[in-house]
């Protein structure tokens, strides 16, 4: 079993709704899921002009491999109703691996850890939340050092 750390985010519908549904889709496919961030409202990220994100981080563990879970993810999101629209648009529900084990990854499907993670507040603050010791594979620092750095 490998303990994975998913972001969600939604800014479009009830937001809050739509994060929760994702959660109980990730247990009703056979994730278990050990520990759920708090919820905050975020700015959006590359393209400003739309409404404001709920993002959380849930830690997991799955048997499931990478590619097999990323899959699994892009199934929930299109169960919950996301469509495809414009690069960092809006979007019912966005699921996202953050971290997978220690595993780094990069094909052209899948990159992990997720690019951009020591940069967004919006996946540092939830995943601070219920992992700030996790040491960020590449980077070789802590989540809640990556937080700080971003915060000052």
Same mark, same amino acid.
């Given at each position: @079993?490998?303990?994975?750390?998913?972001?969600?985010?939604?800014? =479009?519908?009830?937001?809050? !709704?739509?994060?929760?549904?994702?959660?109980?889709?990730?247990? !009703?496919? &056979?994730?278990?899921?050990?520990?759920?961030?708090? @919820?905050?409202?975020?700015? +959006?990220? &590359?393209?400003?002009?739309? +409404?404001? $994100?709920?993002? @959380?981080?849930?830690?997991?563990?799955?048997?499931?491999?990478?590619?097999? =879970?990323? =899959?699994?993810?892009?199934?929930?999101?299109?169960?919950?109703?996301?469509?495809?629209?414009?690069?960092?648009?809006?979007?019912? *529900?966005?699921? !996202?691996?953050?971290?997978?084990?220690?595993?780094?990854?990069?094909? +052209?499907?899948?990159?992990? +850890?997720?690019?951009?993670?020591?940069?967004?507040? $919006?996946?540092?603050?939830?995943?601070?939340? *219920?992992?700030?010791?996790?040491?960020?594979?590449?980077?070789?620092?802590? *989540?809640?050092?990556? =937080?700080?750095?971003?915060?000052?």
């Amino acid at each position: @079993m490998s303990t994975v750390y998913i972001g969600i985010g939604s800014n =479009l519908g009830s937001r809050e !709704d739509n994060c929760k549904a994702a959660v109980r889709h990730l247990i !009703d496919n &056979g994730i278990k899921v050990l520990k759920l961030s708090s @919820m905050i409202e975020t700015e +959006p990220w &590359g393209v400003k002009d739309q +409404p404001k $994100f709920i993002n @959380m981080a849930v830690k997991v563990e799955t048997g499931l491999g990478p590619e097999e =879970l990323l =899959l699994l993810l892009k199934q929930i999101e299109a169960e919950i109703g996301r469509r495809q629209t414009i690069h960092w648009g809006p979007r019912v *529900i966005d699921l !996202d691996i953050l971290l997978y084990d220690d595993l780094v990854l990069k094909t +052209p499907e899948l990159e992990i +850890p997720h690019p951009g993670i020591s940069e967004r507040y $919006f996946v540092l603050k939830p995943l601070s939340d *219920i992992a700030p010791e996790i040491i960020h594979p590449v980077i070789k620092k802590s *989540i809640e050092e990556l =937080l700080n750095e971003i915060s000052k």
